[in-house]
């Protein structure tokens, strides 16, 4: 169960971040289960379950993908709409391709993510 950083200004996700306890993965939504960029995961936190999407991670990238200092994660419902209205840190450019391509495939609205997004890298 890997933790991880909640980077937007959900409620959930703040209480979590101010009292010392990250959310933790437990189960990453692909045939691989090792979550890269872009990749819904199933999260615990304060007790509860979530799905976020990945927006930055920490191991070895493909190339032109950003690597980051640790790993990144939006919360958001079941129908793609993310919880927080702003994303405090830059995410990759390579995010837009990706999620266009899970929106189309999934029928998720996922390109939400990238209106609230402030930066790019």
């Known amino acids: 169960m890997a933790r991880l950083r ?9 209480r979590a971040m101010a009292e010392g306890k990250p959310p933790k993965c437990i189960h990453v ?6 979550g ?16 976020g999407i990945l927006v930055g991670c920490k191991q070895f ?6 690597k ?19 994303i405090h840190v830059p995410i990759p450019t390579i995010l837009r391709t990706i999620l266009k391509e899970k929106t189309q495939a999934k029928g998720a609205d996922y390109t939400k993510l990238l209106g609230i997004a402030s930066r790019f890298v």
Not at 6 to 14: C, H, L, P, R, Y
């Open 61 to 66: 990238q493909k190339p032109k993908i950003p």
């Open 68 to 86: 980051f200092d640790s790993n990144n994660l939006v919360l958001i419902d079941d129908n793609g709409t993310p919880l927080g209205t702003r």
């Open 36 to 51: 890269m960029i872009g990749d819904k995961v199933l999260v615990a936190i304060k007790g509860q379950k979530k799905k």
């Open 6 to 14: 909640v980077v937007d200004n959900s409620e959930i996700g703040k």
């Open 29 to 34: 939504y692909n045939k691989q289960s090792v």
